[in-house]
């Protein structure tokens, strides 16, 4: 499996910058440190930087990448926005202000550059963070389960509200749907999450959603192979 170089920049409350870079295997999930070349020693973002305030950020890197986010005591703490490099053109921010723990690392998942990863990464109105992921195959409905716990959205967000998503995909000439959707139990659709290639943009979160999750809801879309 190829290697890519993984790099990032993560901006502060207070102006200052975490420049992130490593070495990390496609298609393998794995820690995004920070860039000895400006930091000395390789360190994990939260004992780097143990209370400084994340605001906004971008990780990027050779072929393909599939979400990045601050793992702080097993959970999600913020998302990052990720693409390809080259096609940035801002440092996007975070969903919310993210204060740093010791211990908090960023974790990474890059990709060959033809694989069909699909993940859907939202934001609730109760300060929630998650990420939905699968990878399709197929003319097919293709539901995204939570990437740390393997539950449907309806089982993983129950009662909340995502006011903030975006997703993420180099599959979007298959997509059947516009994005990816939230339905209810009967199968109506309450929610739309527009699909960016990452290969072309940075995926951006959106502020204008207002979806609700309760249980029994699934997150999915159609692909035509």
Do not use: H, W
Not at 46 to 62: E, H, R
Not at 71 to 83: K, M, R, T
Not at 131 to 140: K, L, R, Y
């Amino acid at each position: 499996m190829a290697t890519n170089t993984v790099v990032g920049n993560l901006v502060c409350s207070d102006g200052t910058n975490i420049p992130l870079k490593a070495e990390i295997a496609e298609d393998t999930e794995a820690d995004l440190s920070t860039d000895t070349v400006y930091t000395v020693a390789a360190q994990n973002i939260g004992d780097y930087a143990p209370g400084k305030v994340l605001v906004g950020g971008i990780v990027s890197a050779d072929n393909g990448i599939s979400y990045a986010y601050v793992l702080s005591q097993g959970l999600i703490a913020a998302i990052i926005p990720v693409c390809k490099k080259g096609v940035q053109q801002e440092v996007p921010m975070l969903c919310a202000p993210y204060q740093l723990k010791a211990g908090d690392k960023v974790r990474v998942l890059t990709l060959q550059a033809s694989a069909r990863n699909a993940a859907m990464m939202v934001y609730t109105a109760q300060g929630v963070s998650r990420i939905f992921v699968t990878t399709p195959s197929g003319a097919a409905t293709q539901q995204l389960l939570d990437l740390q716990t393997g539950n449907a959205i309806g089982d993983t967000l129950q009662g909340q509200t995502i006011v903030k998503a975006a997703g993420s995909s180099i599959d979007d000439e298959k997509f059947e749907t516009a994005g990816y959707y939230v339905v209810d139990a009967l199968g109506n659709v309450v929610g739309a999450v527009p699909n960016t290639n990452p290969s072309d943009s940075a995926p951006i979160f959106s502020m204008s959603y207002n979806i609700p999750v309760a249980l029994n809801f699934k997150a999915q879309f159609l692909t035509n192979s």
